[in-house]
């Protein structure tokens, strides 16, 4: 038997709304694929500090170049605190066409109108569907396995600061197999200047968590 003689039979074991689904993920990658420079998203990282107390950081990722373009971090994410978050984020008229967010209630009228006073294009996902924002979720794993599942974190002041560290490096030093191993502060307009001769060394990022690679001048 080939394996196209089992085509049909797989193809009967999919329920049509599954087939829809299928169909709806395809089309929305195309569209995200197509107008990806356009299109920024935004989500909440919840995280824990040592006395088990409850902080939230809050990302804002540009999908087309991978840049984590903003992070804030606060132990009240009020709606007032998030739509400041989003005007720190688009200054001078630095802005998507489009921002991808999910139903949190963190997100409220103040955010929403920061939202169309700018211009911007408000993008809700559906409820339970993590796939419609799946690169910025998959930057919130990223930044548990690279960054926090490591350090114990103590204060706000200490969670912000280790991840601007890591959002320095990811943003200037760490490639990206989407990107065609650049990274993306490249794809973004920066440079990356490259040293052919002399010594290398290593640069520690996060106490030596990660390194960075370089060439003496």
């Not at 939230?56 to 400041?84: E, I, K």
């Not at 912000?160 to 320095?168: A, M, S, W």
């Not at 650049?182 to 307009?189: C, E, K, R, S, W």
Request: net charge positive; with cysteine.
């Amino acid at each position: 038997m080939t394996s196209g003689d089992n085509a049909p039979h797989t193809a009967a074991k999919k329920s049509p709304q599954e087939c829809a689904e299928e169909r709806r993920d395809a089309a929305g990658a195309t569209i995200l694929r197509n107008h990806a420079g356009e299109v920024w998203a935004c989500d909440f990282l919840p995280v824990t500090d040592l006395l088990f107390r409850p902080l939230y950081a809050f990302f804002v990722v540009a999908l087309g170049s991978r840049r984590v373009v903003h992070v804030g971090v606060t132990r009240h994410p009020t709606d007032a605190w998030v739509a400041q978050q989003l005007r720190e984020a688009t200054p001078f008229g630095q802005r998507p066409q489009h921002l991808i967010r999910d139903n949190d209630s963190k997100y409220g009228p103040a955010f929403s109108r920061v939202v169309k006073a700018s211009g911007i294009a408000e993008l809700r996902t559906a409820y339970r569907a993590p796939r419609q924002n799946a690169t910025c979720e998959r930057f919130l794993g990223s930044v548990r396995r690279e960054c926090l599942d490591h350090p114990l974190i103590v204060s706000e002041g200490h969670l912000r600061r280790v991840l601007q560290e890591y959002v320095g490096h990811f943003n200037h030093h760490r490639p990206h197999r989407a990107l065609r191993q650049q990274v993306p502060d490249t794809l973004a307009g920066g440079t990356c200047p490259v040293e052919e001769r002399g010594r290398v060394y290593a640069i520690p990022v996060l106490g030596g968590l990660h390194h960075v690679y370089q060439r003496a001048a």
